[in-house]
């Protein structure tokens, strides 16, 4: 059981390129979710999703896109890097019943770097 | 608009001390989570209040819920160096998936 897992755990990025952020969790969780953690900031929500098929917008979503075709995976996408997206990004998942979040177990990180 | 506000922000604490950390939230909620990290680390869950007057301990730490204040307290017991971590609470906004994070509590223990 690997629980969350997220690649790369590092990675440097030229402005306007783009890359893919992989999450993936083998506990059958419907709800998964992505955070960037800023110094000083806590964590935000980007995207987050309750189950394969349905994703929505977090608190800041500009800048990335998301989609969920399996219940295992979660995959965010960077689509033209700026250096505002310099940050560690965390995958987190969790069941979900009747719409309110449970224990959220989340993912190792990846830190990114934009230049 | 959901807004979760912690203190302190920073906390230094003497080994065999109690203290306690505030999570405020702004709007009407059925549940609130804390979670520890260390530097360097991801986060781990440590609680998850799932109503009003809820109560929960695990060794030094003890959660609490008032949601009629909208308020939680994170109060540690007898301080011991292992608990130097940043503590964040989250709150769900009830809008199905939403969950905003306070700014984080960093917390040392000093011998």
């Known amino acids: 059981n690997a629980g969350v897992t997220q690649t790369p755990k590092f990675q440097v990025l030229k402005t306007g390129q783009s890359m893919t952020l992989q999450c993936a969790q083998d506990?059958?969780?419907?709800?998964m979710s992505w955070y960037r953690q800023d110094p000083g900031m806590g964590l935000r929500l980007i995207h987050y999703?309750?189950?394969?098929?349905?994703?929505d917008q977090g608190e800041v979503p500009n800048g990335y896109n998301v989609s969920r075709s399996t219940t295992e995976d979660f995959p965010l996408r960077l689509l033209s890097a700026a250096p505002s997206q310099t940050s560690v990004y965390f995958c987190?998942?969790?069941?979900?019943?009747?719409?309110?979040?449970?224990?959220?177990?989340f993912g190792p990180g990846t830190r990114l770097l934009v230049l | 608009e959901l807004k979760v506000e912690q203190n302190p922000l920073f906390l230094s604490m003497q080994e065999g001390k109690n203290y306690t950390i505030y999570c405020n939230y702004s709007?009407?909620?059925?549940?609130l989570y804390w979670y520890r990290q260390d530097p360097g680390k991801s986060l781990e869950s440590l609680f998850v209040?799932?109503?009003?007057?809820a109560v929960k301990q695990e060794g030094r730490l003890m959660a609490s819920l008032d949601t009629k204040a909208r308020l939680s307290t994170l109060h540690i017991t007898a301080a011991v160096h292992d608990l130097s971590a940043t503590y964040f609470c989250?709150?769900?906004?009830?809008?199905?998936?939403?969950?905003?994070f306070g700014q984080g509590t960093e917390l040392s223990v000093k011998p």
């Open positions: 987190a998942s969790s069941y979900s019943f009747t719409g309110l979040i449970e224990t959220q177990y």
């Open positions: 989250a709150v769900d906004d009830n809008q199905g998936g939403k969950l905003i």
């Open positions: 209040l799932l109503s009003n007057g």
């Open positions: 999703s309750v189950g394969a098929g349905i994703t």
């Open positions: 709007t009407t909620s059925d549940r």
């Open positions: 506990m059958n969780h419907e709800y």
